[in-house]
């Protein structure tokens, strides 16, 4: 409460900021702010973590993707502005902080860090340290992988509770923070969070601060197109119809345990360096019961088939055609995976992209693709592939370099048994060669 009454007494408050104040207090360690523009989303986190550091002697951080951005958007105009209205006492010291490295250092001693996650050095130097608090702002410019990174460094013992902090103005679905505050699913392992109480979000928008805008801000809002007014008005997460691939799967139906393996299993493959890939499924009176993935990171045809054999799994190896071509090793993928004993196919060639993923989806649709939960890959995949430029992207961020090769292996698998009808025809899964 004392909090609160803080609030109360020095700044404009809005009903909204006050609620936002109460659940960065809770229980919970992850907490994010997601809206519409102007919002008070920002200012009233940099609020949070500088009553944080009044309280106890302690190092605080905020991050952004860009250095630039953090420093102009954050060292450069929130912070001062909290600082003026909310913390006077506090100006002296804000003055003679460290404009070299972006620290500010409080009168107890408490430290408060601002760095960029594109500048390597800064980030070594950052990551070298403890912390008590952790706020990546603009959250939906940072890939994931980078915030799990960082995130290791919320371990400075100062007697504060550790706290994650998160804002932004929200993307379409398929981003990682749709996914892990929205549906408490992990975006990397693809399944339920472990503490879905360590986790929370509120939506704030800008009709939330309206006391605190210019004049016509709204206005201006309201004229803006479609899309753009559900991210910057409304704050809401916009539908990734757009582009998606995959736009058939539905987890809660196409996610449900499989039958045991028994007869033939069919394997899909994807030949590639990072990752090499394969999904093991069995093909049942019409049905793809996808059992099993293999995810190698850093690895080659040999490691996968070794990988197959330790896990006992052998049987008819449905592969990219490009395989075939002989690499500079003297052998082909395939001529490798005939070598371990496995048998492929009479015929294999690759068809159209767009046919493949099309026939995916056409066999989701009919409801004849089901997926074991224990493959959190290909539950990712399906989820995440989108269309970019006529192409399946794999360049935008970092994480879809990952993305699109285990689902290729499905697509594999479903178009040489059972093609678009016009396409093909049905291929016996016994004519091997």
Same mark, same amino acid.
């Given at each position: 409460?004392?909090i609160?009454?803080?609030?109360?007494?020095?700044?404009k408050?809005?009903l909204?900021?006050?609620k936002?104040?109460?659940?960065?207090a809770g229980?919970?360690?992850?907490?994010?702010?997601?809206?519409?523009s102007?919002?008070?989303k920002?200012?009233?986190?940099?609020?949070?973590?500088?009553?944080?550091?009044?309280?106890?002697?302690?190092?605080?951080?905020?991050?952004?993707?860009?250095f630039?951005?953090?420093?102009?958007?954050?060292?450069m105009?929130?912070?001062?502005?909290?600082?003026?209205?909310?913390?006077?006492k506090?100006?002296d010291?804000?003055?003679?902080?460290?404009?070299?490295?972006?620290?500010w250092?409080?009168?107890?001693?408490?430290?408060?860090?601002?760095?960029?996650?594109?500048?390597?050095?800064?980030?070594?130097?950052?990551?070298?340290? !403890?912390?008590?608090?952790?706020?990546?702002?603009?959250?939906?410019?940072?890939?994931?992988?980078?915030?799990?990174?960082?995130?290791?460094r919320?371990?400075?013992?100062s007697?504060?509770?550790?706290?994650?902090?998160?804002?932004?103005?929200?993307?379409?679905?398929?981003?990682w923070?749709?996914?892990?505050?929205i549906?408490?699913?992990?975006p990397?392992?693809?399944? $339920?969070?472990? !503490?879905?109480?360590?986790?929370?979000?509120?939506?704030?928008?800008?009709?939330?601060?309206?006391?605190?805008?210019?004049?016509g801000?709204?206005?201006?809002l309201?004229?803006l197109s479609?899309?753009?007014?559900?991210?910057?008005?409304?704050?809401e997460?916009?539908?990734?119809?757009?582009g !998606?691939?995959?736009y058939a799967?539905?987890?809660e139906?196409h996610?449900?345990e499989?039958?045991?393996?028994?007869g033939?299993?069919?394997?899909g493959?994807?030949?590639?360096?990072?990752?090499?890939?394969?999904?093991?499924?069995?093909?049942?009176n019409?049905i793809?019961?996808?059992?099993?993935?293999?995810?190698?990171?850093?690895?080659?045809?040999?490691?996968?088939c070794?990988?197959?054999?330790?896990?006992? %799994?052998?049987?008819?190896?449905?592969?990219?055609?490009?395989?075939k071509?002989?690499k500079?090793?003297?052998?082909?993928?395939?001529?490798?995976?005939?070598?371990?004993?496995?048998?492929? $196919?009479n015929?294999i060639?690759?068809?159209?992209?767009s046919?493949?993923?099309?026939?995916?989806?056409?066999?989701?649709?009919?409801?004849?693709?089901?997926v074991d939960?224990?493959?959190?890959?290909?539950?990712?995949d399906?989820e995440?592939?989108?269309?970019?430029?006529?192409?399946?992207?794999?360049?935008?961020?970092?994480?879809?370099?990952?993305?699109?090769?285990?689902s290729?292996c499905?697509? %594999?698998?479903?178009?040489?048994i059972?093609?678009?009808?016009?396409?093909?025809? !049905?291929?016996?899964?016994?004519?091997?060669?």
């Open positions: 409460m004392a609160l009454e803080r609030l109360k007494r020095t700044i408050k809005t909204i900021q006050i936002a104040i109460k659940l960065m229980i919970a360690t992850y907490i994010m702010l997601y809206g519409g102007r919002s008070g920002t200012f009233i986190i940099v609020y949070a973590i500088i009553v944080r550091a009044s309280k106890k002697k302690s190092r605080h951080v905020i991050l952004r993707h860009r630039n951005a953090v420093k102009t958007a954050i060292w105009d929130t912070m001062p502005k909290v600082i003026d209205l909310a913390f006077p506090l100006k010291s804000w003055f003679r902080r460290n404009k070299t490295d972006f620290v250092v409080l009168p107890n001693g408490s430290e408060i860090w601002v760095a960029g996650l594109d500048d390597e050095k800064r980030v070594e130097k950052i990551l070298g340290k !403890e912390y008590s608090t952790m706020y990546f702002n603009e959250c939906s410019e940072i890939v994931y992988s980078s915030i799990e990174i960082a995130i290791t919320l371990a400075e013992d007697g504060l509770v550790p706290k994650i902090y998160m804002d932004m103005n929200p993307p379409t679905k398929r981003h923070s749709y996914s892990l505050f549906k408490l699913i992990d990397i392992m693809n399944e $339920p969070v472990d !503490e879905p109480e360590d986790y929370a979000s509120m939506i704030m928008n800008p009709k939330d601060n309206v006391d605190n805008l210019s004049k801000y709204l206005k201006r309201s004229r479609e899309e753009m007014r559900k991210r910057f008005e409304d704050g997460f916009t539908d990734a119809n757009d !998606e691939a995959y799967f539905v987890r139906d996610v449900k499989t039958p045991k393996a028994a033939t299993l069919l394997i493959m994807d030949f590639n360096v990072d990752p090499m890939t394969a999904i093991i499924c069995q093909y049942i019409g793809f019961y996808i059992q099993d993935e293999v995810f190698l990171r850093n690895s080659d045809t040999f490691k996968m070794d990988a197959l054999l330790k896990k006992r %799994y052998r049987g008819l190896v449905i592969p990219d055609s490009t395989g071509n002989r500079t090793s003297g052998k082909s993928d395939h001529q490798i995976l005939k070598d371990y004993g496995y048998k492929i $196919p015929g060639k690759n068809p159209f992209v046919d493949r993923v099309n026939n995916v989806n056409r066999l989701l649709t009919e409801g004849r693709i089901i939960p224990k493959c959190r890959k290909l539950i990712g399906l995440k592939v989108v269309w970019k430029d006529n192409k399946l992207d794999q360049k935008s961020t970092p994480e879809a370099k990952l993305l699109t090769h285990i290729d499905l697509g %594999y698998v479903c178009w040489h059972d093609p678009i009808v016009g396409y093909g025809e !049905e291929v016996s899964i016994t004519r091997m060669r």
